[in-house]
């Protein structure tokens, strides 16, 4: 059984950091794209940023362009989104989600959530002002 967890959120302030880890279990991580997703209050999820495990080819929505770095570590199993400089409208529940297969990500990622193979259950970020 797969199982994507994500974990490392939590509370900080307007200008801070956290970084989030999503490890995958029962998923070959050699050629896989991993997703971070978020849902904020009131709102629809919404792509933050992609990475291929297989190229290390990363992609970022504008919102988070420069302030946001996605990584993995095949060894481990493991997907990171460095998130630095936060600000109160980042605050939202972060998932990672995985799509299996070989992808380039040419600094942006694919429109849309759908097809994805497996999903975490989220990780809650909160930025205070």
């Known amino acids: 059984e797969v199982q994507l967890v994500e974990s490392g959120g939590g509370l900080v302030q307007a200008g801070g950091s956290l970084r989030l880890s999503c490890s995958a279990s029962?998923?070959?991580?050699?050629?896989?794209?991993i997703f971070w997703f978020r849902r904020a209050p009131g709102k629809e999820r919404e792509a933050v940023s992609c990475?291929?495990?297989?190229?290390?080819?990363?992609g970022y929505a504008d919102s988070v362009k420069g302030r946001f770095t996605a990584s993995s570590n095949n060894a481990k199993n493991t997907a990171y989104l460095q998130m630095d400089s936060l600000r109160p409208e980042d605050t939202a529940v972060y998932y990672c989600a995985a799509l299996q297969g070989s992808f380039h990500f040419p600094h942006t990622c694919p429109a849309g959530e759908g097809g994805m193979d497996y999903w975490g259950k989220g990780s809650l970020v909160t930025v205070s002002s």
């Open positions: 990475i291929s495990s297989t190229d290390g080819s990363a």
């Open positions: 029962g998923l070959p991580f050699g050629h896989v794209a």
